[in-house]
Nanobody, 120 residues
Framework: QVQLVESGGGLVQAGGSLRLSCAASGSIFSIKSMNWYRQAPGKQRELVATITSGDNTNYADSVKGRFTIYRDNSKNTVDLQMNNLKPEDTAVYYC??????????????WGQGTQVTVSS
C-alpha cells in the first residue's frame, strides 16, 4: 500500500501562483510514475502532469509552460508548481501513484485531493 497526502491548495487570484505537494509513504518502492490529476465541477478527471521514475516529465497542453512537476526523493514528495494561474485551473487536484511490481501487477493509488480556486 502507498499512502498519498496532498497539501498546498487554496484561493488565489488569476495570474498568481500556488505550489502543491504530495507526500508518499508506505510501500513506495517500484513506483513507476507520480502524477497530478484534476477534476473541475461537472467535468471528468484529467491528467495534468507526470513524472516517471526516470525523471521524464509530461504535461497537459493546457498547462504547458505554466506548471512544473518536481520530485524530491529525499523527502518522498512530488510537487506541482503552478504559475500564471487561470480561472479555468479551478479544480480539485489529486496526487496519483502507479506502482509496477516484479510480477507485472500494477497498482494505482490516490490522494484525498486538495482544492485550488482561481478567482478572476
Amino acid at each position: 500500500q502507498v499512502q498519498l497526502v496532498e497539501s498546498g491548495g487554496g484561493l488565489v487570484q488569476a495570474g498568481g501562483s500556488l505550489r502543491l505537494s504530495c507526500a508518499a509513504s508506505g510501500s513506495i518502492f517500484s513506483i513507476k510514475s507520480m502524477n497530478w490529476y484534476r477534476q473541475a465541477p461537472g467535468k471528468q478527471r484529467e491528467l495534468v502532469a507526470t513524472i516517471t521514475s526516470g525523471d521524464n516529465t509530461n504535461y497537459a497542453d493546457s498547462v504547458k509552460g505554466r506548471f512544473t512537476i518536481y520530485r524530491d526523493n529525499s523527502k518522498n514528495t512530488v510537487d506541482l508548481q503552478m504559475n500564471n494561474l487561470k480561472p479555468e485551473d479551478t479544480a480539485v487536484y489529486y496526487c496519483n501513484a502507479r506502482q509496477l511490481l516484479s510480477d507485472n501487477t500494477q497498482y494505482v493509488f490516490w490522494g484525498q485531493g486538495t482544492q485550488v480556486t482561481v478567482s478572476s
